[in-house]
T-cell receptor, first 113, second 117 residues
C-alpha cells in the first residue's frame, strides 16, 4: 500500500515549457486535490476532483489544467510555465467528502527559470 | 473573506513539556470544519486532529488536543508530553462547504515547532 505518490520529485523548467505532474493513489479514494505551497504561505488549492471524470477549480487555478481519467490518477498540467509557478506541489486524496482526512503525497519541487 | 491566522511563525519546547499553538480564523459561516496538519521535515503532511464547528466538545487525539472557542474564532492546538518526533511545521486549516460539490479550503501560514532534547 503505497498511499499517495507523486512523479517527479524535482523538476526544472524554462519559461514557456510545458509539463505534467502525476499523482497516484491506491486507497480507492474518490476525492483528489492539487495544492501549491510557497514560502511564508499556507497551502493553496489549485484544482480538485470529486470522482473519476470530474474536476473543479480551487483557489488558484489560473495557468493549470487537470484531468482525472482514472480514479487512481490525478494529473496537473502546466501548458506554458512561468517563474511565478515555481513552488512545491502537493497532491492529496480523501475517501469521500472533503472533511475526511486528507492523505498527502511527498510533494514535487518545481523551479521555473 | 475567510482567513486563517497563525501568529507564531516559530516555537520551541523542551521534550516532555506542553506547548500550545494558536490559530484564529475569520468567517461569517456557522457550519465549517477545522484541522491541524503536521508536516515533518520529510515533507509529507499528515492529519493531527480535526474539529467540526457544530460540536462543542473539544477534539482529542492521544497527546494532541484542541481548544475550540467558536465565538472567539479560535482553534489552538495543545501538545502534551512533547516528543522529538513532534518537530515539524504545523498548519491550521479551515474548510467549509460552499455549494453542491464545492468546498473552500484555507490554510494558515504555519508554525514551525522544534522540540528540544
Amino acid at each position: 500500500n503505497a498511499g499517495v505518490t507523486q512523479t517527479p520529485k524535482f523538476r526544472v523548467l524554462k519559461t514557456g515549457q510545458s509539463m505534467t505532474l502525476l499523482c497516484a493513489q491506491d486507497m480507492n479514494h474518490e476525492y483528489m486535490y492539487w495544492y501549491r505551497q510557497d514560502p511564508g504561505m499556507g497551502l493553496r488549492l489549485i484544482h480538485y476532483s470529486v470522482g473519476e471524470g470530474t474536476t473543479a477549480k480551487g483557489e488558484v487555478p489560473d495557468g493549470y489544467n487537470v484531468s482525472r481519467l482514472k480514479k487512481q490518477n490525478f494529473l496537473l498540467g502546466l501548458e506554458s510555465a512561468a517563474p511565478s509557478q515555481t513552488s512545491v506541489y502537493f497532491c492529496a486524496s480523501s475517501y469521500s467528502t472533503h472533511y475526511n482526512e486528507q492523505f498527502f503525497g511527498p510533494g514535487t519541487r518545481l523551479t521555473v527559470l | 473573506a475567510q482567513t486563517v491566522t497563525q501568529s507564531q511563525p516559530e516555537m520551541s519546547v523542551q521534550e516532555a513539556e506542553t506547548v500550545t499553538l494558536s490559530c484564529t480564523y475569520d468567517t461569517s459561516e456557522n457550519n465549517y470544519y477545522l484541522f491541524w496538519y503536521k508536516q515533518p521535515p520529510s515533507r509529507q503532511m499528515i492529519l493531527v486532529i480535526r474539529q467540526e464547528a457544530y460540536k462543542q466538545q473539544n477534539a482529542t487525539e492521544n497527546r494532541f488536543s484542541v481548544n475550540f472557542q467558536k465565538a472567539a474564532k479560535s482553534f489552538s492546538l495543545k501538545i502534551s508530553d512533547s516528543q522529538l518526533g513532534d518537530t515539524a511545521m504545523y498548519f491550521c486549516a479551515f474548510m467549509k462547504h460552499v455549494t453542491s460539490g464545492t468546498y473552500k479550503y484555507i490554510f494558515g501560514t504555519g508554525t514551525r515547532l522544534k522540540v528540544l532534547a
